[in-house]
């Protein structure tokens, strides 16, 4: 569980009205998708929803990354929890699935007619691009929410190149960064 810092009381904020607001709003989140949803939930729940502050956010999404398996549906397993207890997070993980299952098996069966075809090769390589960019653009908007975590900006900062160098340069397992600069994270902000 985390503590945030609330820009509003959470009882006069808005919330999903029933489990099947939940269970829609999550099933269109997860259909915009395409490539990663990072950026598609953050504008979503946080700007027009208004289910979640810009500094709920940061710290669920990071306890949904250290949690086993998609970020995103750990996130919404949290929030219909947050809720509407266990029913909330039946609905919110059914939302995040149902119908992306149905979509990524037609696609499946699209995909193996065409996959040997270079356009189509060519098309899914610029769909990384496109996907690296939102994980970016995303994350450069959430540094301001840094601004009220006990750590700083600055060691926020420094945290985040030493994780980003020690995966993308050293090629050390996730697991191991995690645990590591997570552990040195985590001591830094219980001795602040």
Not at 31 to 36: K, P, R, S, T
Not at 104 to 109: D, I, N, P, S, T
């Amino acid at each position: 569980m985390t503590v945030a810092l609330h820009a509003e009381p959470e009882a006069d904020r808005p919330r999903p009205k029933s489990l099947t607001d939940l269970f829609v709003s999550f099933s269109i989140l997860a259909l915009q998708g395409f490539g990663g949803v990072l950026a598609v939930v953050q504008r979503e729940l946080v700007e027009k929803k208004r289910w979640m502050t810009r500094e709920e956010f940061v710290e669920e999404w990071a306890v949904a990354q250290i949690m086993p398996g998609p970020n995103v549906i750990n996130l919404a397993i949290m929030l219909g929890s947050r809720y509407f207890g266990w029913r909330g997070a039946l609905a919110g993980l059914a939302g995040m699935l149902t119908f992306p299952l149905l979509v990524v098996l037609g696609l499946a069966l699209v995909y193996a007619q065409f996959a040997g075809n270079p356009n189509v090769a060519g098309a899914l390589r610029g769909m990384g691009a496109v996907a690296a960019g939102l994980i970016t653009a995303t994350g450069l908007k959430l540094v301001t929410a840094l601004q009220k975590n006990v750590l700083g900006i600055p060691l926020c900062g420094l945290l985040g190149v030493v994780a980003f160098v020690a995966i993308a340069w050293l090629k050390l397992p996730l697991l191991w960064v995690l645990l590591g600069v997570g552990g040195v994270g985590w001591a830094l902000a219980g001795a602040s």
